[in-house]
């Protein structure tokens, strides 16, 4: 299975300051600003639970086996102040589902996705603000998804254009979603989002300003799958 590299790219739909747009207004290199563990500068951690707040929604409760469930979420800063939070964005999102009976039922990436943590890849979030995104996960599985991207790794190795062409004559640009539900048609499961962060932003233009650290887990969205 082909392990894509990720670069996360900082959107904010208005709602934070990218760290990338604090250099270029305030004059600070790039260089200047770094990405260090949390253990190694402590005094610049806060715990998740103290500054962010996550919530998952959905347009709608009732999907059908083999619908694209489209589950949305935002995380927002209710503190008193500004703070640097990883941004909201897959993979670094983590899916879990149960059933009505309490049992896991398993939210599958199609692929393996490795996450360079960069200084681009936090934002501040003003008090109240918030950052969203959205997951699309297919309810069940389609063999044909997952034959998706045993084809799309076939293509390792060819350059531009030959890999865009590729794609195209595949039809490798149909969307399969995130990852796919185990479902089953008349069940009812209750989906939660984890997100982590052990880095902290030293940025000298905002030499006090924390970043969010520790684990969050969302609010509960329950949805059910209809045959």
Known sequence: MRTLIVLLCLFVLGLGDPVSSQISRRGASPKEIRVLRATERPDLAIDFALVAKLKLASRK??????????????????????????DLKYPVIRLKAIDVEGKPASVRPYAEEDVVVLA??????DPYRFLDNQMQVLAGHDVAASRRWEKESELIGLNEPEYSKARFDRDLFINYGNAWLD????GTYTVTAEYENDSVIVNPDNPKMKTATGRIVSSPLTISISE
């Open 120 to 125: 681009e890849s936090f934002v501040r979030v």
């Open 61 to 86: 409760t009732t999907y059908r086996l083999g619908d694209m469930i489209t589950i949305d979420m935002a995380l927002m800063n209710p503190s008193g102040g500004p703070v640097f939070l990883y």
């Open 183 to 186: 479902a089953k048609p008349g």
